[in-house]
């Protein structure tokens, strides 16, 4: 079982609608989550982290957590055509600062 | 906002030449990253420092090394450059609440 799992994409939403991505770890131990967006051509940026079980928000942008299912998954409200990228979810390892990453699932909002 | 900087966007180097990736940091991190990203294996940890001097393996740290002198500086060091090592470069730094990346160096080994 890979560290990070993240469907690939591509995942194509109409302008307007809610875009969902998720992602799953198998590291029990993990306690940070992080999203990171990245255009075509350019390097990661950081979206959002979460700490604790629930929901964050920010912005258009809500990170979910639950630790008992080992998944964290990000919406996206109202997605936008510059909303396109692939989105890479990074999950700590072993109590550390030192982070995997999973594969990035590309989203397509479409005009 | 954190600025890291790596010293190339491109490079081309020849099979076996010795190669250095600078990446230089502004906000006093302690942590700094190098990982390398190639399409359909996603980004991959070579080498991390949590300190000056300090260095650890990530999880592809064969044919690197690694160099952090100084605090803001943390070097990739390809000893021997080959084919294989063909991919785009990424430095990050941060501390909890995550990393920010350098722009990337694209290095094509021929």
């Known amino acids: 079982q890979k560290e990070v799992e993240q469907n690939s994409g591509p995942l194509s939403v109409p302008e307007g609608a809610i875009a969902s991505l998720n992602c799953t770890y198998s590291?029990?131990?993990?306690?940070?989550f992080f999203w990171y967006r990245q255009y075509s051509g350019k390097s990661p940026e950081l979206i959002m982290f979460?700490?604790?079980?629930g929901d964050k928000e920010d912005g258009r942008f809500t990170a979910q957590l639950n630790k008992a299912s080992q998944y964290v998954s990000l919406l996206i409200r109202d997605s936008q055509p510059s909303d396109s990228a692939t989105y890479l979810c990074?999950?700590?390892?072993?109590?550390?600062?030192?982070?995997?990453f999973g594969p990035g699932t590309r989203l397509s909002v479409l005009p | 906002d954190v600025k890291v900087t790596q010293s190339s966007r491109y490079l081309v180097k020849r099979t076996g030449e010795k190669v250095f990736l600078e990446c230089v940091q502004d906000?006093?991190?302690?942590?700094m990253f190098w990982y390398r990203q190639d399409p359909g294996l996603g980004l991959r940890l070579i080498y991390f420092?949590?300190?000056?001097?300090?260095?650890e393996k990530g999880d592809i740290p064969e044919g690197y090394s690694v160099s952090r002198e100084k605090k803001e500086r943390f070097s990739l060091i390809l000893e021997s450059a080959s084919t294989n090592q063909t991919s785009m470069y990424l430095c990050?730094?941060?501390?909890?609440?995550?990393?920010?990346f350098g722009s990337g160096t694209r290095l094509t080994v021929v």
């Open positions: 590291d029990r131990g993990s306690q940070s």
């Open positions: 906000m006093d991190h302690e942590n």
């Open positions: 990074a999950v700590n390892k072993n109590y550390g600062q030192n982070f995997v």
């Open positions: 979460i700490y604790s079980n």
């Open positions: 990050a730094s941060g501390r909890e609440g995550g990393y920010t």
């Open positions: 420092s949590y300190d000056v001097k300090m260095k």
